[in-house]
């Protein structure tokens, strides 16, 4: 997705739970599966940092999330009526599953107008291609996502053209 869309996203998430969701998967580069997982003591507010505890592979990491997103999540947390240790919860007070998350995000992005399906994963891939276009280095993005492989963080490297020169022309005018 471009930037573009990403904000369209944002901008089409009316609940505070889509909004907090949009933004916790696409500033996080966190895998649905991971939403799924996350509680409310996986996340360290005042350092803006996500711990996902037994990811793909049963693999810890530590992962940063935008300001907005921690904004977010307190609002979301202070309207929660619950002392529900997860933070995704369905309609029926219960952890919200792969399948109603990826739902919720589909739906947003229909709403915002994109043509191609939006599912948490293209969030992911978003982030991942962004952040390298930006310039962060492919070892730290490999962290973000957490790659246990170089070559599987390369598969996101989608880095344009201009962006290549532009950082070759810092290094060698």
Same mark, same amino acid.
């Given at each position: ?50 711990? @996902?505890?037994?990811?793909? &592979?049963? !693999?810890? +990491? $530590? *992962? /940063?999330? =935008?300001?907005?997103?921690? #904004? ?35 739906? @947003?992005?229909?709403?915002? &107008?994109? !043509?191609? +399906? $939006? *599912? /948490?994963? =293209?969030?992911?891939?978003? #982030? ?35 962006? @290549? ?9």
């Amino acid at each position: 997705l471009t930037h573009e869309q990403i904000e369209k996203l944002r901008e089409s998430a009316e609940k505070l739970i889509d909004r907090t969701m949009v933004e916790v998967l696409y500033t996080s580069g966190i895998r649905v599966s991971e939403a799924v997982n996350l509680n409310w003591n996986d996340i360290d507010f005042d350092k803006k940092n996500l711990f @996902i505890k037994n990811g793909k &592979g049963n !693999k810890d +990491r $530590v *992962t /940063p999330i =935008s300001t907005k997103a921690v #904004l977010l999540l307190k609002k979301y947390k202070s309207r929660r009526k619950d002392t529900k240790e997860w933070v995704f919860q369905s309609n029926f007070r219960q952890r919200m599953s792969k399948e109603s998350i990826e739902r919720h995000i589909r739906l @947003i992005g229909e709403k915002a &107008g994109i !043509k191609r +399906r $939006v *599912t /948490p994963h =293209s969030l992911r891939h978003s #982030l991942a291609t962004h952040l390298l276009n930006q310039g962060l280095k492919i070892n730290m993005v490999q962290k973000i996502l957490g790659h246990s492989k170089l070559s599987t963080t390369q598969i996101y490297a989608k880095t344009k053209v201009d962006n @290549i020169d532009y950082h070759y022309r810092k290094i060698n005018p």
